[in-house]
T-cell receptor, first 112, second 110 residues
């Protein structure tokens, strides 16, 4: 049981603000990935962290940044929020093989 | 450039019949392909995967077929059950990074 949790579940921000989203799991995992899922689309890869270092990044600007902590929890930070940042943000911890990912329920971010 | 495409946004089938969900890809570097199932207000749940060197993988009612020459994969669900109603995503992975299609909403009617 991986028990991936994300907080908060919902969040409303205004343009220009900054937001921090959190992800944690019951058991420790070295690798965590973050995805953005816009309405009607599939999840899009933002970046991945392995042992607290960024290990690959998708097509997202630098105002999307992340952290992974020694206790394997992780944060996604977004600065200078734009309306198009409104989406479901998903984190996924990786299992014993790279192709195995366990997703959290997501954080629904609305930017007004 | 969308590297993974699911061209059917929705599919409706009768309970007990076969559901076939399709996916096309363009990136030859994917080493695994995966199918996920997603219910509202939940994250995607892993369903079944296939290595790029295989052409078929079966797990209970779920079978995934990979046609590398056509860059096409499909998920077969037999028999379909009402509880299978969900959004299904296919994804290709390369070095642990996944690229998802936009999903197909499957509705299984009792």
């Amino acid at each position: 049981e991986t028990g991936v949790t994300q907080s908060p579940t919902h969040l409303i921000k205004t343009r220009g603000q900054q937001v921090t989203l959190r992800c944690s799991s019951q058991s420790g995992h070295n690798t965590v990935s973050w995805y953005q899922q816009a309405l009607g689309q599939g999840p899009q890869f933002i970046f991945q962290y392995y042992r607290e270092e960024e290990n690959g990044r998708g097509n997202f600007p630098p105002r999307f940044s992340g952290l992974q902590f020694p206790n394997y929890s992780s944060e996604l930070n977004v600065n200078a929020l734009e309306l198009d940042d409104s989406a479901l943000y998903l984190c996924a911890i990786h299992g014993s093989s790279d192709n195995e990912q366990f997703f959290g329920p997501g954080t629904r971010l609305t930017v007004l | 450039d969308q590297q993974v495409k699911q061209n059917s946004p929705s599919l409706s089938v009768q309970e007990g019949r076969i559901s076939i969900l399709n996916c096309d890809y363009t990136n030859s570097m994917f080493d695994y392909f995966l199918w996920y199932k997603k219910y509202p207000a939940e994250g995607p749940t892993f369903l079944i995967s296939i290595s790029s060197i295989k052409d078929k993988n079966e797990d209970g009612r779920f079978t995934v077929f990979l046609n590398k020459s056509a860059k096409h994969l499909s998920l077969h669900i037999v028999p379909s059950q009402p509880g299978d109603s969900a959004v299904y995503f296919c994804a290709g992975t390369n070095a642990g990074k996944s690229t998802f299609g936009d999903g197909t909403t499957l509705t299984v009617k009792p």
